[in-house]
């Protein structure tokens, strides 16, 4: 099956700063979403972008498909970024054999 | 976008005995997931939901385990049968829609599991 690595696993900022993360995948993929998981525990779809680019204010993501990796930027860091940032890709479509990576830990604080 | 809603939402229960989990949609929705997180870890796709017809199970999952319903578009329940502590997780339902955003995954909120 494919294989999901993301980098780093732990990230610590300080409010205000700005990161990438990274996303990197064993094989061809038609379906890529980028999700935050809350300390709550909730989780919410931040992108679709199985490639290209797309912004949704002080984020932003890229996938470059034909290399197998998608970055996930942070700009101006708050404190309800923190939580675990999750890549996930599959070959099909509406999330069938969703494969989950391991997830970036982020932290940011005040 | 898809509201979804699920009962428990936490449970501690006696090795051996069985959980069942509901997972309620806001609108009709044609693919319904059942995902795993164990502590600490990422998601595990458990099965896809199919209304109409048996679940369809991701490797290392099986039906006697975790038996799934799905009477209609809305509505799909997960059993967790004959448990045991390893079965202490947080279990999600998830759906799939397509949009103007793309294909966009919403979660519910998660039932936590805890097996003693």
């Known amino acids: 099956g494919i294989q999901v690595e993301q980098s780093p696993p732990d990230l610590i900022l300080q409010e205000g700063a700005n990161s990438t993360l990274r996303c990197n995948f064993s094989?061809?993929?038609?379906?890529l979403q980028w999700f935050h998981q809350n300390p709550w525990g909730q989780l919410i779809n931040l992108f679709y972008?199985?490639?290209g680019t797309k912004q949704n204010g002080r984020l932003s993501a890229t996938t470059v498909a034909t290399e197998r990796y998608s970055l996930l930027y942070i700009s101006s860091s708050q404190t309800t970024d923190s939580g675990v940032y999750f890549c996930?890709?599959?070959?099909?479509?509406?999330?069938?054999?969703?494969?989950f990576g391991p997830g970036t830990r982020l932290s940011v604080l005040p | 976008s898809a509201v979804i809603s699920q009962k428990p939402s936490r449970d501690i229960c006696q090795r051996g005995t069985s959980l069942t989990i509901q997972c309620q949609v806001d609108?009709?929705?044609?693919?319904m997931f059942w995902y795993r997180q164990q502590p600490g870890q990422s998601l595990t796709l458990i099965a896809t939901?199919?209304?109409?017809?048996?679940?369809?199970?991701e490797s290392g999952f099986v039906i006697d385990k975790f038996p799934i319903s799905r009477p209609n578009l809305t509505f799909s329940t997960l059993t967790v049968s004959n448990m045991s502590p390893e079965d202490s997780s947080i279990y999600l339902c998830?759906?799939?829609?397509?949009?103007?955003?793309?294909?966009?995954?919403?979660f519910g909120p998660g039932t936590r599991l805890l097996v003693l």
């Open positions: 998830s759906v799939g829609t397509s949009g103007s955003l793309g294909e966009t995954q919403y």
């Open positions: 094989d061809s993929v038609n379906n």
């Open positions: 972008i199985p490639s």
């Open positions: 996930a890709v599959g070959r099909s479509n509406y999330g069938q054999n969703f494969v």
């Open positions: 609108s009709q929705v044609t693919m």
């Open positions: 939901a199919n209304q109409g017809s048996e679940a369809t199970y």
